[in-house]
């Protein structure tokens, strides 16, 4: 009976080790590819602010953005405290002591792309100075493994970019406004909590939580929802990263008597929507009274292609007036901007 019980506890012991690996390898998976980053920028790496187009997974849409194109723009290079790498940067300068606004792209996207272009555009035809800039691992800015970190290591670059406007230009802290979408929503959010100087932030389709995004993921790939553990643990493992350490709601908590403007379109598939309004309560809880809190939720999808449609980050598009409108209304209040 003694050698039977030992036989089993082995067996038990063989298969708790077994499932363990398992465990992390298909962890390893799911962090991979969920963290990947695609160098192609979607397609837009032949954007430029004097020339862009909209585009989805490649595919050009239907969209004349040629009135807002807008040139003397110039490339600068920026550099990060104790970090070996290079943060490529558009910067378009406003005569006078005009304010600025900070622009953060989307992951596998770049600087290139129209969702922070047009956005920039708008905001130059308003008279602001503008800097777009690459996140690591995207665009012109440095690589090194091609995976992202869900905003826990690129918020450093967006201060970096927040840091250059504020010291090498001189522009104090309340004239500096940052715009983030999707990945860089999130980033921003991040880089909001970090740096209690940051003024004003517009976040567009932001993730409130990374761990509750892989676990939609994985429930809508027909996946159990635990993996997600997994992901975390891998993380850990092989980048020695939480991609899911530190969450955007951390900006949220952070925003005391600041200020916040959150977009997310209702039909968002790769975002839900649910993400948005909990970023919108939570800045609303912790709000003090000189601080604001703005929400929009429009409806609106873009077809592409064919036989496509997204609702991800669309509203810019789909309902471009009254977004140019609101941006001029926030920025030009919280950062105290009349054109």
Request: glycine residues 10%; negative net charge.
């Amino acid at each position: 009976m003694k050698l039977v019980n030992q036989r089993i506890l082995v067996w038990l012991l063989g298969f708790m080790l077994l499932f363990s690996a398992a465990w992390v390898f298909i962890g390893k998976y799911i962090y991979e590819t969920a963290a990947n980053v695609n160098g192609e920028c979607w397609g837009n790496l032949s954007n430029r602010p004097d020339r862009f187009h909209s585009r989805f997974w490649g595919i050009r849409t239907e969209h004349d953005l040629s009135e807002w194109w807008f040139g003397d723009y110039q490339e600068v290079e920026l550099t990060l405290e104790n970090e070996a790498l290079r943060i490529s940067a558009w910067v378009r300068e406003a005569e006078g002591n005009a304010p600025w606004i900070l622009f953060i792209h989307g992951l596998g996207s770049c600087k290139n792309n129209h969702a922070v272009l047009l956005p920039a555009a708008m905001m130059v035809r308003q008279g602001y100075s503008v800097m777009l800039l690459d996140m690591r691992e995207h665009g012109a800015s440095s690589r090194i493994n091609q995976l992202h970190t869900a905003g826990q290591e690129e918020l450093h670059d967006v201060l970096s970019g927040w840091r250059w406007i504020h010291e090498k230009k001189g522009i104090p802290a309340e004239e500096i406004g940052v715009y983030g979408v999707s990945l860089g929503a999130g980033t921003v959010a991040l880089a909001f909590a970090e740096e209690p100087r940051i003024h004003a932030a517009w976040l567009d389709s932001p993730f409130a939580d990374m761990e509750k995004i892989i676990r939609s993921e994985l429930q809508i790939a027909g996946f159990p929802a635990f993996l997600a553990g997994g992901a975390k643990l891998a993380g850990l493992l092989f980048s020695g990263i939480d991609i899911m350490g530190r969450t955007p709601l951390e900006g949220a908590e952070s925003i005391g008597n600041r200020h916040l403007f959150i977009a997310h379109g209702k039909q968002d598939e790769r975002i839900p929507v649910f993400h948005g309004e909990l970023m919108c309560e939570t800045a609303n809880a912790f709000m003090l009274e000189d601080g604001s809190v703005e929400c929009w939720y429009p409806s609106g999808q873009v077809t592409v292609g064919e036989d496509k449609t997204t609702g991800h980050a669309v509203a810019m598009l789909t309902e471009l007036e009254e977004w140019n409108h609101q941006m001029k209304e926030f920025f030009g209040r919280t950062l105290n901007h009349q054109n």
